[in-house]
């Protein structure tokens, strides 16, 4: 009983350049009416939400409940202790009930299978709140904020400094879509998922490098980005990682580099010290707590039917 004509929100290039154009405008619109007070926007009215998270999260929990109830929903947070997913029911199990009784679901779960399979069994649109693949509603975020930041997201420069992990998937999948500069340093050994870089370089859309010298990579960049060294699940490795990733923290000299026009980015949770410094984090190009707002504001995902690369998908979510 498998229900794949549904349309989740998994990956961002599932979409076209079309369609995640017009979720960010929409995004601009629903955010300056929530700031001027109103509220009459309720197109979650007499919806729930279900939210899985096997990991730990303040802005996704805060920001996914948070723009569920400004927009008239419900979302429920089902935590570690709730749901034992795998260990006390099958993922494909909790997909078919919870689906049963609400609107929507999202996850943030470790395996990226584990959310494909909560999708794949699932009769509500699944939402992807973070895998140790991805990471696609954080980059929409960091898309808004760019928009809001450069005046644009075609053609700016993106400098990601540090691990090949699930925010650059992310970066890589929306550069398959949308026409950026985007550059990855990070150490030998850390690179992202090659065929995730291969993909993104085959759309032929953006400009795409990985390298290994990051004061070389950030000069002239727009943006300069960074993410902790160790991702929730790679803990244990901290103490390594922190040896392996040795001139790959963004100071002050880094963001000097990359000249005036460099405004500094972080999904945030950070470690200031470690991949970024407190001053850096602290500068008025810093633009982190923005961009951390821009959660609350992807939260009315309204794609049209006609736009999305795979014409087969029926658009249920947030009519
Ligand atoms: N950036 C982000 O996803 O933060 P949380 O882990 O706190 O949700
Ligand atoms: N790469 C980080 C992102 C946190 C939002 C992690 O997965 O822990």
Redesign the pocket.
């Known amino acids: 009983n498998v229900k794949n004509s549904i349309l989740h929100f998994l990956h961002i290039d599932d979409y076209d350049k079309k369609t995640i154009m017009h979720i960010l405008e929409r995004a601009i619109e629903v955010k300056s009416l929530l700031k001027s007070g109103d509220r009459s926007f309720q197109p979650f009215k007499g919806k729930s939400m279900a939210m899985i998270f096997t990991k730990?999260?303040?802005?996704?929990?805060v920001s996914f409940e948070t723009g569920f109830y400004l927009l008239g929903g419900h979302a429920i947070y089902l935590g570690p202790d709730d749901i034992q997913m795998g260990k006390r029911e099958e993922t494909r199990d909790i997909s078919r009930v919870l689906s049963g009784y609400n609107d929507l679901i999202m996850g943030r779960v470790f395996a990226h299978q584990d959310i494909l399979d909560l999708a794949r069994f699932s009769s509500v649109p699944v939402i992807n709140g973070?895998t140790d693949y991805n990471?696609p509603c954080?980059i929409m975020a960091d898309a808004l904020t760019i928009i809001e930041h450069g005046g644009k997201l075609e053609g700016v420069k993106v400098v990601y400094v540090g691990d090949g992990n699930n925010i650059v998937h992310s970066w890589l999948r929306l550069a398959a879509v949308v026409p950026i500069h985007f550059v990855c340093a990070c150490p030998q050994g850390f690179e992202p998922d090659q065929s995730t870089v291969e993909a993104a370089k085959k759309a032929g859309v953006s400009t795409i490098e990985i390298v290994h010298d990051p004061k070389e990579a950030v000069v002239g960049a727009n943006f300069v980005y960074s993410d902790v060294w160790a991702s929730m699940g790679q803990k244990d490795e901290a103490e390594l990682r922190m040896q392996k990733f040795q001139g790959f923290q963004v100071d002050e000299d880094l963001m000097a580099l990359a000249g005036p026009q460099a405004y500094f980015m972080h999904?945030?949770?950070a470690e200031r010290g470690v991949e970024v410094t407190d001053g850096v984090v602290e500068a008025p190009h810093s633009i982190v707590f923005p961009q951390a707002e821009n959660?609350l504001n992807l939260k009315h995902l309204q794609p049209a039917e006609n736009t999305l690369k795979h014409p087969g998908l029926r658009t249920l979510v947030c009519k």
Do not use: K, Y
């Open positions: 730990p999260s303040m802005r996704t929990r973070l990471h954080q999904c945030l949770p959660r």
